[in-house]
């Protein structure tokens, strides 16, 4: 058995429990992990064991455990065998004390939630001190964690610990809602204010419900993504403040938003952009206030031509007064008009070629713009 021991936890703050710089710990190989699953479950446990969120001070991961391989990372020892239930891949153990331990006590007091979610104490009148969180192997077998040695270990407890203590602190309900309830602030504001913040700030400071609106947690750690954080108001910020600045490592989530096919994908908002653009060129009828989706859609298509877009604040006006550019260019050169309707007819392809900044389409722009 390999336990590395960790001097110090995560009571203090979502970051200080954390071992490296963020850069190590959310390196290039593990945002290939598909984290969501996993990270879901272990927030709905804690939330339906409701005490944590009552001692989130004192809350912290303490060992992360892998009972095939036998090894474990932490503050503290791997957890006593009694609580170690089969068919788990994954046992956590976390405090809800200002001092935990670090040695296994030989005799514990317990208190069973579910099967695999087990409060326990060294006595009766403390048995709430500590909770034992088992991640079932059925939750990892359909995710690509790296979960056996103790290396791996480490990195999860990095992870989870910080995102956890994160959660608690923020009293977040995961059963109630099914996405966060981002309140209607505006874009210029989600970027002052969440943009360029640093991993650790952002994990120590920020509600989960503002992670997204957040640079580095898309290019060094989208694999904390979940599918609640992926609101609607999220799609017009992402074309208009991070699209353009990923880099080609994404996690699964991360990457299945971006390019997926779905409703709730930035790829079908992009297409629903190119479908009113589409409308508006036909009926010859420039809204006052475009659509969000032809909004961003317009800023991307623009940004190939026109560094930096539409701009960096809400500004439909120049939306308007580009659309009405391009019927008057089209009006001037209905060969061009012509052209334009029929390679933004395949709704699809245009859409990727936009994700993909495609070079054919930008030299396409330049006689459109």
Same mark, same amino acid.
């Given at each position: 058995?390999?336990?590395?021991?960790?001097?110090?936890?995560?009571?203090?703050?979502?970051?200080?429990?954390?071992?490296?710089?963020?850069?190590?710990?959310?390196?290039?190989?593990?945002?290939?992990?598909?984290?969501?699953?996993?990270?879901?479950?272990?927030?709905?446990?804690?939330?339906? $064991?409701?005490?944590?969120?009552?001692?989130?001070?004192?809350?912290?991961?303490?060992?992360?455990?892998?009972?095939?391989?036998?090894?474990?990372?932490?503050?503290?020892?791997?957890?006593?065998?009694?609580?170690?239930?089969?068919?788990?891949?994954?046992?956590?153990?976390?405090?809800?004390?200002?001092?935990?331990?670090?040695?296994?006590?030989?005799?514990?007091?317990?208190?069973?939630?579910?099967?695999?979610?087990?409060?326990?104490?060294?006595?009766?009148?403390?048995?709430?001190?500590?909770?034992?969180?088992?991640?079932?192997?059925?939750?990892?077998?359909?995710?690509?964690?790296?979960?056996?040695?103790?290396?791996?270990?480490?990195?999860?407890?990095?992870?989870?610990?910080?995102?956890?203590?994160?959660?608690?602190?923020?009293?977040?309900?995961?059963?109630?809602?099914?996405?966060?309830?981002?309140?209607?602030?505006?874009?210029?504001?989600?970027?002052?204010?969440?943009?360029?913040?640093?991993?650790?700030?952002?994990?120590?400071?920020?509600?989960?419900?503002?992670?997204?609106?957040?640079?580095?947690?898309?290019?060094? $750690?989208?694999?904390?993504?979940?599918?609640?954080?992926?609101?609607?108001?999220?799609?017009?910020?992402?074309?208009?403040?991070?699209?353009?600045?990923?880099?080609?490592?994404?996690?699964?989530?991360?990457?299945?938003?971006?390019?997926?096919?779905?409703?709730?994908?930035?790829?079908?908002?992009?297409?629903?952009?190119?479908?009113?653009?589409?409308?508006?060129?036909?009926?010859?009828?420039?809204?006052?206030? $475009?659509?969000?989706?032809?909004?961003?859609?317009?800023?991307?298509?623009?940004?190939?031509?026109?560094?930096?877009?539409?701009?960096?604040?809400?500004?439909?006006?120049?939306?308007?007064?580009?659309?009405?550019?391009?019927?008057?260019?089209?009006?001037?050169?209905?060969?061009?008009?012509?052209?334009?309707?029929?390679?933004?007819?395949?709704?699809?392809?245009?859409?990727?070629?936009?994700?993909?900044?495609?070079?054919?389409?930008?030299?396409?722009?330049?006689?459109?713009?």
């Amino acid at each position: 058995m390999a336990h590395r021991q960790i001097q110090t936890n995560f009571r203090l703050n979502a970051w200080k429990g954390v071992r490296g710089t963020s850069t190590s710990v959310f390196n290039a190989n593990a945002v290939s992990q598909e984290l969501s699953p996993v990270l879901e479950y272990i927030i709905q446990e804690l939330y339906e $064991a409701g005490y944590p969120s009552v001692k989130s001070g004192a809350f912290s991961l303490v060992n992360i455990y892998n009972p095939d391989t036998k090894h474990s990372v932490g503050y503290s020892e791997r957890p006593h065998q009694d609580l170690v239930k089969p068919m788990t891949g994954l046992t956590l153990t976390f405090s809800m004390v200002s001092r935990p331990l670090i040695k296994t006590p030989a005799e514990i007091f317990d208190s069973r939630i579910t099967d695999f979610t087990i409060f326990w104490g060294t006595s009766f009148t403390n048995s709430n001190d500590y909770l034992v969180v088992s991640v079932p192997k059925e939750i990892l077998k359909n995710t690509k964690v790296a979960w056996g040695l103790v290396d791996d270990l480490f990195s999860l407890y990095n992870i989870i610990g910080a995102v956890t203590k994160n959660y608690v602190q923020n009293e977040y309900n995961p059963r109630n809602t099914v996405k966060f309830n981002v309140p209607n602030m505006p874009l210029g504001m989600l970027k002052s204010k969440y943009l360029e913040l640093t991993l650790p700030n952002l994990l120590k400071n920020v509600h989960p419900m503002y992670w997204p609106f957040n640079l580095d947690l898309w290019t060094k $750690a989208s694999q904390l993504l979940m599918p609640r954080h992926l609101v609607d108001s999220l799609n017009l910020y992402m074309c208009v403040h991070v699209l353009d600045m990923l880099g080609p490592r994404l996690s699964p989530q991360a990457n299945s938003y971006i390019n997926g096919t779905g409703p709730n994908t930035l790829n079908y908002f992009i297409q629903d952009g190119v479908r009113g653009i589409l409308q508006v060129l036909r009926s010859k009828n420039v809204p006052d206030r $475009a659509e969000d989706s032809i909004y961003g859609t317009l800023h991307l298509l623009f940004s190939m031509v026109e560094a930096g877009g539409i701009g960096e604040t809400e500004d439909y006006a120049t939306v308007s007064s580009i659309l009405q550019g391009m019927l008057d260019r089209f009006e001037s050169n209905p060969e061009l008009e012509q052209d334009f309707l029929q390679k933004f007819t395949s709704i699809q392809l245009v859409s990727k070629q936009i994700l993909n900044g495609d070079d054919d389409l930008r030299r396409f722009l330049e006689e459109v713009f």
